[in-house]
């Protein structure tokens, strides 16, 4: 099996909910040595879920975190959302909020900047629940308005479902925080209620059996706080018959303890009390401590209010011993999931520790390379740099066949300059010149510091008659500056000496021809260009 087909066969797992054999997959598909960095970022995208869902949080987030990384410097913002809605979830399971509500904030940033809107839906719910997690009720209400507004705007049932079925348990949520402060919480129930109904009816539309236990799970939890429990037996039974027939053992051990708590509610504490005990004997029971708790805590109640006084005092011990385990293994996970975190962390700036440095080394090598190649005064091109790319410019043209001229450049009287104005006048009209040099070339070209007063400009793809034409215009240019800004009665011209490249000419033969013309522009006068003739005597 290929590794795009354990990717996409631990996808599918992981729509149907069978995370085992999908996180077996991604696990698979990230050892391959032919696997990809964009397929680990998948693998691990998918094992960010799967981990989450099999209890797996320091593995879920250790995941998440590295696929996270791999699609933030590769900008994709779709993926980078899905992973901080996971990775959100998991960090508000385990209590640690201000870190679930920072990939919250990401997943929505990355949703909208990817304008993709079924993004914005799951942040936005993600976020509702990290919220209400926190103990903002109305800002997690806020945001599942937001979300059920936006899901209904998508008609896609699934996000539908989960927009009603999410704010009808914030509103649950909410209700059982006010009955803990004696306050009247019947508001909330009944807005909580009215959307489970729907969202019932929606599972039941789609035919998803799943999503109407949950949802009639939820709907039993309303009804009793509303003290309708006629109809949440009838819901209970309905719920319970789903999960039962489709094996979904956690849900059908939470109706039960709803069950037995509207039992209880109607005053049968013996008959409750039998049915909390038969729970307690159940072994699944084991693998939640939040039900086991609750169970442990109503038995307490119920035998204290009997008079039981040593089977209450018994379940009190065991209650306190699972209350207390629970707060060791959340306070030891929340301990090694924020270590892994910063374990991941530290590994990345240390890579762009190292990055930082090969690229500060790279800068000094070009740093170096640039000082070596170029004149400190002018920042030109210097004879090292004119030994390294004038070859390759000969040959590059002879190959094209394409013109190549060169032209010897030298100030008229520049020592009278120095003598007159001093060195520093004629630094500044070097600079100057350099200044100009750069106006008349291109970035296929090549202006070269010569030494002292004289420089060498290399055309390339350029004729004789063009590359004398440019000379000119830098010699009017050089007349009309106002070299007494620099130093008053300062005045300066130059000559040229021009040569276009003949066919298997050396180097030494070029520039001495282009050296010639620049001699007979000299003696002819100054301040002019000369073009020099081809020599068929000085080819080689």
Known sequence: ????????????????????????????????????????????????????????????????????????????????????????????????????????????????????????????????????????????????????????????????????????DTYLTIARARLSRNEDASQPFKDGLVLMREAVGLAQEQENPFQEAIARTNLVSLLIGLGRYDEAR??????????????????????????????????????????????????????????????????????????????????????????????????????????????????????????????????????????ANTDPLTRLSNRRALDRELPWMMGRAEKGRRPLCAAMIDFDHFKQVNDDHGHAAGDQVLTVMASMLRTITRGTDLAVRVGGEEFLLVFAETSLAEATAACERLLTSIRGYDWESLAPGLTCTVSAGVAALEPHESVSVWLSRADSALYEAKHNGRDRVHAAKPDAATIC
């Open 1 to 168: 099996m290929s590794v795009d087909d354990l990717l996409s066969n631990s996808k599918r797992a992981s729509s149907q909910g069978e995370h085992c054999p999908g996180a077996d997959q991604a696990e698979e598909a990230l050892a391959r040595p032919e696997a990809t960095p964009w397929q680990q970022a998948i693998a691990r995208e998918l094992l960010t879920l799967h981990r989450l869902r099999l209890g797996d949080y320091q593995a879920s987030v250790k995941q998440g975190l590295l696929a996270l990384e791999y699609f933030t410097a590769s900008g994709d913002l779709l993926a980078q959302s899905n992973v901080h809605c996971t990775l959100a979830l998991a960090f508000s399971d385990t209590a640690l909020n201000e870190a679930a509500l920072h990939h919250v904030l990401g997943a929505i940033e990355a949703a909208r900047a990817c304008a993709n809107p079924t993004a914005e839906f799951w942040a936005l719910s993600r976020s509702s629940l990290v919220h209400g997690a926190m103990g903002d009720a109305v800002r997690s209400v806020e945001l599942g308005k937001q979300a059920l507004a936006l899901a209904e705007a998508l008609h896609d049932p699934e996000t539908s479902f989960t927009a009603l079925n999410n704010l009808g």
């Open 234 to 371: 009838e819901q209970g039974r309905q719920g319970k018959v789903l999960a039962k027939v489709h094996g979904y053992r956690s849900l059908e051990v939470d109706i039960d303890a709803q069950l037995a708590e509207m039992v209880r509610a109607d005053g049968c504490f013996d008959e409750a009390t039998a049915m909390m005990e038969a729970q307690l004997a159940d072994p699944d029971v084991n693998d939640e401590p939040a039900l086991l708790a609750k169970l442990h805590r109503s038995l307490y109640e119920m035998h204290k209010a009997g008079g039981r006084f040593a089977q209450s005092l018994a379940h009190h011990e065991r209650l306190h011993a699972v209350t207390l385990l629970m707060t060791v293994q959340t306070a030891g996970l929340q301990a090694q999931m924020l270590i892994n975190t910063i374990e991941i962390e530290q590994a990345r700036h240390e890579v762009e520790k190292s990055q930082l440095e090969v690229r500060m080394e790279r800068l000094r090598a070009e740093e170096l390379d640039d000082q």
